[in-house]
């Protein structure tokens, strides 16, 4: 059994039992995404904006455009495993960069939008990016930290037409005026399913964030998680859309890369923070069936009052994941949302959808986060040893590397961290569990310090760094305290400076310093300040104490 046939399997045992991977020679992830699908004339991307326009692109469209890209990349000197930053929101020209990318040979960077200086310029100089393709509302933070990336050569800016003045010795371009002139014509250069594809960076508990390599395969290892969150409905009238930023593995890899390997649409939209009340608007007007919503959008969804009443919705199934859901959420879209199930997914930037639900193989078990996904080898394991604990006991959730698609190939350079989550032939997540006798796995907790907010993974040791920026900060730790929203919100534990006293004005400087810096979800919505902060006798900060 191959991922293409796994939806006609009789029983989730059968599908686990007879799965194997067979992706073809010559493999190339733009091909089988756009290029491979007869009839390119059905919509894949439905596209909305907030000033109320609204395009359709077709497979065809964006194979042809993603070509013109292709053309253009390479006429700037992108050559075969060149690394391409994109930091655009839900708009085509993120998805016909990677797609481009893909075609000539390079490898794609995903980047987050709400990144700030420090955190842009870390990847694009640690990933020696040679392209940036950034959306106008970064031009300023482009502006900032492309003196510092000597590997920068061209920018080039989506839906803006800024004087090319940009500080370094990079040249800037709209994204428009460099594309528009190019040829629909490429033909794809040879690659196969282990050529280097895509590099996401992901937050560690300690050290610099990490650039997870993946391969062109990587999607097609999403596509039978994709199948059984989404109850195995992959219909010719299934729609699908993620209020999710497409810079991460979340998106691209939970909903729009393995639509399209179907060949379904995709609804993008720029909402830029998320809006609840929009969120069903723009489900309603497009006749979404499935979506990928973190647990804290579910959350936000769950304050409107009857929203099968107010809007009318298609939603089928909707998939969530980066923390456990509760029963209370199920409840809900049982009861508001008409019987629309909600699934939980498991995975990680380095290895994703590894365990999902799908109630229409077994009954859903509220808190746990299911079973393993068929061509997936997964365990609870002692991290010591690599032999599986028993039922019951707590364990690290691993994966056996073999031929599983999903599975990174290394951290961009970084070997000894790559060395670090391997243990023979297992790859660790770092996350520990518990497995039941009836095959279902239990969350427990990281092996680790890291903060899970909102659905982003955050290292304290980053916000901690910035804050200690601070002329008045001496000391500083930071964890991450439960929320109701969010599950789990940053909060920094201060230890001022001698004589100097904690304020409102102190408190906002603090945070503005984090999303200065980092990202905006990295900063802390609860400062305390106290007298001296809990240290062990060799003057390592006591987390759990300041939690």
């Known amino acids: 059994m191959s991922w293409h046939i796994m939806l006609e399997a009789d029983s989730y045992e059968a599908a686990r039992e007879s799965f194997e991977w067979d992706v073809p020679a010559g493999f190339n992830a733009a091909t089988d995404l756009v290029g491979k699908h007869p009839d390119g004339d059905r919509p894949a ?11 359709t692109r077709t497979f065809d469209d964006l194979d042809r455009r993603s070509n013109a890209v292709a053309n253009a990349l390479e006429s700037m000197g992108v050559d075969y495993g060149d690394r391409v930053a994109v930091v655009v929101p839900q708009k085509p020209a993120n998805v016909l960069t990677h797609l481009a990318c893909w075609k000539r040979g390079a490898v794609s960077l995903p980047l987050s939008v709400l990144f700030g200086d420090d955190a842009l310029r870390y990847r694009l100089q640690d990933s020696g990016a040679r392209i940036a393709v950034v959306d106008a509302a970064q031009w300023e933070t482009i502006r900032a930290v492309a003196p510092d990336c000597p590997a920068l050569e061209h920018v080039l800016v989506v839906d803006a037409d800024p004087a ?3 500080v370094g010795a990079a040249t800037v371009h709209t994204f428009e005026a460099a594309v528009a002139d190019r040829s629909n014509e490429y033909e794809p250069v040879e690659t196969d399913a282990d050529t280097p594809a895509i590099i996401m960076y992901t937050s560690g508990s300690t050290g610099d964030p990490k650039g997870v390599l993946h391969t062109h395969d990587v999607w097609v290892g999403h596509c039978p998680a994709f199948s059984m969150y989404f109850e195995r409905d ?50 309603a007007e497009f006749d979404v069936t499935d979506a990928f919503i973190p647990p804290t959008a579910i959350r936000m969804l769950m304050e ?10 298609s939603l089928e199934a909707i998939c969530s994941g980066g923390e456990p859901l509760t029963g209370e959420i199920l409840e809900w879209a049982d009861e508001a949302l008409a019987g629309t199930v909600i699934n939980e997914l498991y995975g990680q ?3 994703n959808l590894l365990v999902a639900n799908c109630r229409d ?15 997936h080898d997964v365990a609870v394991i002692d991290p010591d040893s690599g032999e599986s604990v028993e039922p019951g006991e707590i364990g690290e959730i691993a994966v056996r590397r073999g031929d599983d698609p999903v599975i990174f190939e290394e951290y961009w350079n970084a070997p000894e961290k790559t060395a670090a989550v391997t243990l023979g032939e297992w790859h660790l997540t770092g996350d520990l569990a518990k497995r039941d006798t009836e095959g279902f796995l239990w969350f427990v907790s990281r092996d680790d310090d890291l903060i899970i907010t909102s659905g982003y993974r955050v290292a ?19 964890v991450g305290v439960p929320d109701e929203t969010r599950g789990e919100i940053i909060k920094a534990v201060v230890q001022l400076v001698g004589g100097e006293t904690g304020s409102e004005e102190v408190r906002r400087e603090i945070r503005d310093l984090v999303r200065e810096r980092f990202a905006e979800y990295e900063y802390p919505r609860e400062i305390e300040f106290v007298d001296e902060l809990p240290t062990t006798t060799t003057g390592k900060i006591r987390r759990t104490e300041l939690a």
């Open 234 to 283: 992959v219909r010719g009238d299934s729609i699908y859309w993620t209020p999710a930023d497409w810079a991460w593995i979340g998106a691209l890899g939970d909903l729009v890369f393995p639509a399209w390997h179907y060949g379904r649409p995709v609804v993008g939209y720029p909402m830029g923070s998320f809006d609840p009340e929009t969120a069903f608007e723009i489900a």
């Open 164 to 166: 090319v003045d940009l």
């Open 460 to 478: 304290p040791r980053e916000v901690e760094e910035a804050i200690l920026e601070h002329a008045a900060v001496e000391q500083v730790g930071v």
């Open 361 to 375: 193989w077994f009954p859903a078990k509220p808190g746990s986060m299911g079973k393993p996904v068929p061509g």
């Open 349 to 351: 930037t380095e290895a």
């Open 304 to 313: 409107i009052d009857e929203p099968s009443e107010r809007y009318d919705l």
């Open 45 to 55: 991307l439905l596209q909305a904006f907030p000033d109320g326009r609204r395009e």
